[in-house]
């Protein structure tokens, strides 16, 4: 059974830091591209990170850029985000995502999600 659990998520003041994990299983997890993805009430879920499946390449949207970090480490089948300089904009629920491409299809995973509040 495939299962993406995200965790890491809570109350942070403005300024302050979250690592979000996403723990993987029930699929090959060091075969599959991994990214983080939000959505914020009212808004359309969009991309946050990416890393490639060994970890040599990530990609950032202009927001998270210079402030978050994605990794993964494939011994854990976990991918991470650390959050730095966190804003109030940053307040969405957080979704790791596992895809993997065999011509022709496209395997796709989802997390539950985990909620990032950013208040003071």
């Known amino acids: 059974q495939v299962q993406l659990v995200e965790s890491g998520g809570g109350l942070v003041q403005p300024g302050g830091s979250l690592r979000l994990s996403c723990a993987a299983s029930?699929?090959?997890?060091?075969?599959?591209?991994m990214s983080w993805y939000r959505q914020a009430p009212g808004k359309e879920r969009e991309l946050v990170a990416s890393?490639?499946?060994?970890?040599?390449?990530?990609n950032y949207a202009d927001s998270s850029k210079g402030r978050f970090t994605i990794s993964r480490d494939n011994t854990k089948n976990t991918v991470y985000l650390q959050m730095n300089s966190l804003k109030p904009e940053d307040t969405a629920v957080y979704y790791c995502?596992?895809?993997?491409?065999?011509?022709?299809?496209?395997?796709?995973?989802w997390g539950q999600g985990t909620q990032v509040t950013v208040s003071s």
């Open positions: 029930g699929f090959t997890f060091s075969s599959y591209g």
């Open positions: 995502k596992a895809v993997r491409v065999v011509f022709p299809t496209v395997y796709t995973y």
């Open positions: 890393i490639t499946p060994t970890g040599g390449s990530t």
